[in-house]
């Protein structure tokens, strides 16, 4: 800076950008007759004040960051001289182009740290801010010309279904000087870096009306007007909000953020299975303290020259990165938090893992070990999944302004990054920004969306009052869909809840009359159920003494029965009910095929994307065949074969409990298999898949399941259907719930119902005194031959 004060060699303030430099404090500084004991504080290369009495304990860290590591600053200069540089002279940044190429190279120098002189240019580009900077059609003086007018502000915020209003600007101006108070440049009124951080904060309210001012977005403004100037932190934070981190992170709801920490939550389930036992024996809710991690991009909890590294990795690999620091942070303490005495002592702890942590090296190392495989595919799965949770619990379903809002902001999003051609060509009318007609087309397709409930909605109480009135005994259940967020954590543990405590049945096909004690009696239609365990007795139907001769119990009577005189039935953990067999209900086929079975294939048909070019099927069934292989990639025949072995979906013949995804891949091969033989049409082969959805019995049925396996399978949903679909959308999670009502009534519907009837074997006659025998000992069995 011309004319003024310059910091000292890794003094204080010497790793600021110089134009942010406080010259009243160098000022002084530099002052001869100025005593040690008038300067009540010193300052760090930050800018943070740091107490005379702690400065000896606080010392700089190891390998700071404004200590440039000179083979390392080599390197990133060899490397961009041999990618950018084709004139002849020397390297100067303006050669350098805007957006850096992604390359394993590049990714390992970012990896290992940025020198720190090179990072306002570098992560400019890294984050495609600069790309932003000279493309925008606003300059950033425009922007801050239309902002600076608080009128203009509270008119384009208020046209907004669910901003706050006109209250930015007051609320920016109370939090200016709260936002880094022990930092020199933002310290009081007249700190040179206040005016700064109001100009963007409010040029963000203006150009962004849907989050309007939120408190993360000013400390992660001031941390970046550190070490950048004032318009390229600005765009720095576009490029954060727009491409870095989801959609409504920053909003009134903060629907973004709580996403990402039930996210956090889950990847914890995976990756520190120990600490995820932990939280949940002493009922720790750990968003409490990582959602400010989140919401600051670590921006307020870890130490600057630690924050730069996390910065160095996020601006190149995006939100991806927050997730695996978290998990870094929490492995590094996991042996500590396990040890701790109580729940206090926990909280505690986690509380303080970010102050505690200084060494970059380790928690990246540690950070990348754990959790480097991270995809941003499977951050977003997971994103999508508890977003729709999210949105659905609060009541934002479908037709309302925010989740509309949300969802358009995400289709934007992707616009910018995954349009196609090939893409265009193949699916038809794919991604494009929406305009205010394109907003006003997507509101009437919600409307189409709540028709589509609707007519769901009464299909399914159609099904419901069948059963209540062809079977008492489910007239108290409850047919009100239970939308909060504890039903679908329930649903995966009742899943693997009834996989530990069924019981096998069969049917019987036949009258059978009981002659001795050690018989059972039955009639046709009447439900026999395996014996309970008793001491060195296996829990099962068939008998070990005869293959021919069965044991089971009814009505607290055990014996033994002929073999084919009965039909196993799959696994269930309710009773069986009349109403739902459709071999002995007919009506109950009607209601299913006939009606619950179109209103789902209306709402997997809406936004299907069709085929514009080169033609072909563009069906349902295709959509849920790819999603179905993409989560369970298995071999063909040893699946079928295994099917067929333990004839039933749920157990494998090691008795493992199959997942959701691994019973839909097997269902859908198994609908293949058999209706392929007689060329079925798709909407037959998608109807069958209804009826074993709804017979299969973990959490009683696994067909709301599947749905959220289809909705979760991220890439297969993006190719296979249009951005304002249904099951593209936050209402899935609605559907979902409505099916759960299903979940009540036990079916047991044909899957080959609608195929052509199966020609009869032919029976080989027996002898007579075989027969004779069988007859009299009741052990009859049709394929018996002498």
């Given at each position: 800076?011309?004319?003024?004060?310059?910091?000292?060699?890794?003094?204080?303030?010497?790793?600021?950008?110089?134009?942010?430099?406080?010259?009243?404090?160098?000022?002084?500084?530099?002052?001869?007759?100025?005593?040690?004991?008038?300067?009540?504080?010193?300052?760090?290369?930050?800018?943070?004040?740091?107490?005379k009495e702690a400065k000896p304990g606080s010392g700089p860290l190891p390998g700071a960051a404004l200590v440039e590591d000179p083979p390392q600053r080599l390197r990133w200069q060899a490397h961009l001289e041999?990618?950018?540089?084709?004139?002849?002279?020397?390297?100067?940044?303006?050669?350098?182009?805007?957006?850096?190429?992604?390359?394993?190279?590049?990714?390992?120098?970012?990896?290992?740290?940025?020198?720190?002189?090179?990072?306002?240019?570098?992560?400019?580009?890294?984050?495609?801010?600069?790309?932003?900077?000279?493309?925008?059609?606003?300059?950033?003086?425009?922007?801050?010309?239309?902002?600076?007018?608080?009128?203009?502000?509270?008119?384009?915020?208020?046209?907004?279904?669910?901003?706050?209003?006109?209250?930015?600007?007051?609320?920016?101006?109370?939090?200016?000087?709260?936002?880094?108070?022990?930092?020199?440049?933002?310290?009081?009124?007249?700190?040179?870096?206040?005016?700064?951080?109001?100009?963007?904060?409010?040029?963000?309210?203006?150009?962004?009306?849907?989050?309007?001012?939120?408190?993360?977005?000013?400390?992660?403004?001031?941390?970046?007007?550190?070490?950048?100037?004032?318009?390229?932190?600005?765009?720095?934070?576009?490029?954060?909000?727009?491409?870095?981190?989801?959609?409504?992170?920053?909003?009134?709801?903060?629907?973004?953020?709580?996403?990402?920490?039930?996210?956090?939550?889950?990847?914890?389930?995976?990756?520190?299975?120990?600490?995820?036992?932990?939280?949940?024996?002493?009922?720790?809710?750990?968003?409490?303290?990582?959602?400010?991690?989140?919401?600051?991009?670590?921006?307020?909890?870890?130490?600057?020259?630690?924050?730069?590294?996390?910065?160095?990795?996020?601006?190149?690999?995006?939100?991806?990165?927050?997730?695996?620091?978290?998990?870094?942070?929490?492995?590094?303490?996991?042996?500590?938090?396990?040890?701790?005495?109580?729940?206090?002592?926990?909280?505690?702890?986690?509380?303080?893992?970010?102050?505690?942590?200084?060494?970059?090296?380790?928690?990246?190392?540690?950070?990348?070990?754990?959790?480097?495989?991270?995809?941003?595919?499977?951050?977003?799965?997971?994103?999508?999944?508890?977003?729709?949770?999210?949105?659905?619990?609060?009541?934002?379903?479908?037709?309302?302004?925010?989740?509309?809002?949300?969802?358009?902001?995400?289709?934007?999003?992707?616009?910018?990054?995954?349009?196609?051609?090939?893409?265009?060509?193949?699916?038809?009318?794919?991604?494009?920004?929406?305009?205010?007609?394109?907003?006003?087309?997507?509101?009437?397709?919600?409307?189409?969306?709540?028709?589509?409930?609707?007519?769901?909605?009464?299909?399914?109480?159609?099904?419901?009052?069948?059963?209540?009135?062809?079977?008492?005994?489910?007239?108290?259940?409850?047919?009100?869909?239970?939308?909060?967020?504890?039903?679908?954590?329930?649903?995966?543990?009742?899943?693997?809840?009834?996989?530990?405590?069924?019981?096998?049945?069969?049917?019987?096909?036949?009258?059978?009359?009981?002659?001795?004690?050690?018989?059972?009696?039955?009639?046709?239609?009447?439900?026999?159920?395996?014996?309970?365990?008793?001491?060195?007795?296996?829990?099962?139907?068939?008998?070990?003494?005869?293959?021919?001769?069965?044991?089971?119990?009814?009505?607290?009577?055990?014996?033994?029965?002929?073999?084919?005189?009965?039909?196993?039935?799959?696994?269930?953990?309710?009773?069986?009910?009349?109403?739902?067999?459709?071999?002995?209900?007919?009506?109950?086929?009607?209601?299913?095929?006939?009606?619950?079975?179109?209103?789902?294939?209306?709402?997997?048909?809406?936004?299907?994307?069709?085929?514009?070019?080169?033609?072909?099927?563009?069906?349902?069934?295709?959509?849920?065949?790819?999603?179905?292989?993409?989560?369970?990639?298995?071999?063909?025949?040893?699946?079928?074969?295994?099917?067929?072995?333990?004839?039933?979906?749920?157990?494998?013949?090691?008795?493992?409990?199959?997942?959701?995804?691994?019973?839909?891949?097997?269902?859908?091969?198994?609908?293949?298999?058999?209706?392929?033989?007689?060329?079925?049409?798709?909407?037959?082969?998608?109807?069958?898949?209804?009826?074993?959805?709804?017979?299969?019995?973990?959490?009683?049925?696994?067909?709301?399941?599947?749905?959220?396996?289809?909705?979760?399978?991220?890439?297969?949903?993006?190719?296979?259907?249009?951005?304002?679909?249904?099951?593209?959308?936050?209402?899935?999670?609605?559907?979902?719930?409505?099916?759960?009502?299903?979940?009540?009534?036990?079916?047991?519907?044909?899957?080959?119902?609608?195929?052509?009837?199966?020609?009869?074997?032919?029976?080989?006659?027996?002898?007579?005194?075989?027969?004779?025998?069988?007859?009299?000992?009741?052990?009859?069995?049709?394929?018996?031959?002498?």
């Open positions: 800076m011309s004319g003024g004060h310059t910091p000292s060699v890794s003094g204080p303030f010497s790793a600021l950008t110089p134009s942010i430099w406080p010259q009243e404090i160098l000022a002084k500084s530099t002052q001869k007759e100025e005593s040690a004991e008038q300067s009540e504080f010193c300052y760090d290369e930050f800018g943070f004040r740091v107490d041999f990618t950018h540089n084709h004139d002849v002279g020397d390297l100067t940044w303006d050669k350098i182009a805007v957006s850096l190429p992604r390359s394993e190279k590049l990714r390992s120098l970012v990896l290992a740290g940025i020198p720190h002189s090179m990072r306002p240019q570098l992560w400019m580009r890294l984050s495609g801010a600069l790309q932003k900077k000279r493309s925008s059609e606003l300059s950033y003086r425009e922007i801050v010309k239309n902002s600076s007018n608080d009128e203009t502000i509270a008119a384009k915020q208020s046209h907004r279904a669910f901003l706050r209003g006109d209250m930015a600007p007051q609320q920016i101006e109370k939090d200016l000087l709260r936002t880094m108070p022990s930092n020199a440049c933002f310290a009081n009124v007249n700190s040179i870096g206040v005016p700064r951080l109001r100009r963007i904060l409010r040029a963000l309210a203006w150009l962004y009306p849907e989050i309007g001012y939120c408190q993360g977005t000013g400390m992660v403004a001031a941390c970046l007007l550190l070490f950048l100037e004032e318009e390229d932190a600005f765009w720095m934070m576009c490029a954060i909000i727009e491409d870095l981190l989801p959609a409504s992170y920053f909003s009134t709801t903060l629907l973004g953020v709580q996403t990402d920490q039930r996210v956090l939550r889950q990847l914890i389930v995976q990756y520190l299975p120990r600490l995820d036992k932990l939280l949940q024996e002493h009922d720790i809710e750990l968003s409490l303290i990582t959602l400010h991690w989140f919401l600051t991009a670590f921006a307020s909890v870890v130490h600057v020259e630690l924050l730069l590294r996390i910065w160095d990795l996020f601006f190149y690999e995006g939100s991806r990165v927050l997730f695996q620091t978290a998990l870094g942070m929490l492995r590094l303490k996991e042996e500590e938090l396990i040890q701790s005495e109580n729940s206090a002592s926990i909280f505690n702890t986690l509380s303080d893992i970010p102050t505690q942590i200084r060494d970059a090296e380790l928690l990246l190392g540690t950070a990348m070990q754990l959790a480097g495989s991270l995809s941003d595919v499977a951050v977003e799965t997971q994103r999508r999944k508890h977003l729709a949770y999210l949105i659905a619990d609060q009541g934002q379903l479908l037709g309302t302004s925010a989740a509309t809002t949300t969802l358009s902001q995400v289709v934007r999003r992707r616009t910018q990054r995954r349009k196609s051609t090939i893409s265009s060509l193949l699916f038809g009318g794919f991604l494009c920004p929406l305009g205010e007609d394109d907003l006003e087309a997507l509101k009437a397709k919600n409307v189409k969306q709540t028709e589509l409930v609707a007519s769901l909605r009464e299909a399914i109480l159609r099904v419901a009052r069948h059963f209540q009135c062809t079977d008492p005994k489910n007239c108290s259940v409850e047919l009100t869909p239970d939308y909060s967020m504890e039903s679908h954590q329930r649903d995966h543990e009742n899943y693997v809840a009834c996989s530990r405590s069924h019981r096998r049945r069969a049917k019987a096909l036949l009258d059978f009359e009981r002659h001795d004690d050690d018989e059972l009696g039955f009639r046709k239609n009447d439900i026999i159920t395996a014996p309970e365990p008793r001491p060195a007795a296996p829990v099962q139907i068939v008998s070990q003494k005869d293959e021919h001769c069965w044991v089971g119990e009814l009505n607290g009577l055990r014996g033994w029965f002929p073999a084919k005189f009965v039909e196993v039935l799959d696994e269930r953990s309710k009773e069986y009910s009349i109403a739902g067999d459709d071999s002995v209900t007919e009506g109950v086929t009607d209601l299913v095929r006939g009606t619950l079975c179109p209103a789902l294939k209306a709402l997997f048909e809406h936004g299907l994307k069709k085929p514009s070019l080169l033609g072909g099927a563009c069906h349902p069934w295709l959509f849920i065949e790819e999603a179905a292989g993409r989560e369970v990639e298995r071999d063909f025949n040893s699946v079928y074969s295994r099917l067929v072995l333990c004839k039933t979906y749920r157990l494998d013949e090691d008795g493992k409990v199959l997942t959701p995804e691994e019973l839909l891949y097997r269902a859908v091969q198994s609908v293949n298999v058999t209706h392929d033989a007689v060329h079925a049409q798709m909407d037959v082969k998608l109807r069958s898949l209804i009826c074993v959805g709804l017979n299969l019995v973990p959490s009683e049925q696994v067909l709301h399941l599947w749905l959220e396996v289809l909705c979760s399978s991220l890439a297969t949903v993006e190719k296979w259907y249009q951005p304002w679909s249904f099951l593209r959308s936050p209402g899935w999670v609605q559907i979902k719930c409505e099916l759960r009502v299903l979940c009540c009534f036990a079916f047991s519907l044909s899957q080959d119902w609608e195929l052509p009837a199966k020609r009869e074997e032919e029976k080989q006659p027996l002898k007579e005194g075989v027969q004779d025998m069988l007859v009299k000992h009741h052990l009859f069995s049709w394929d018996i031959d002498g």
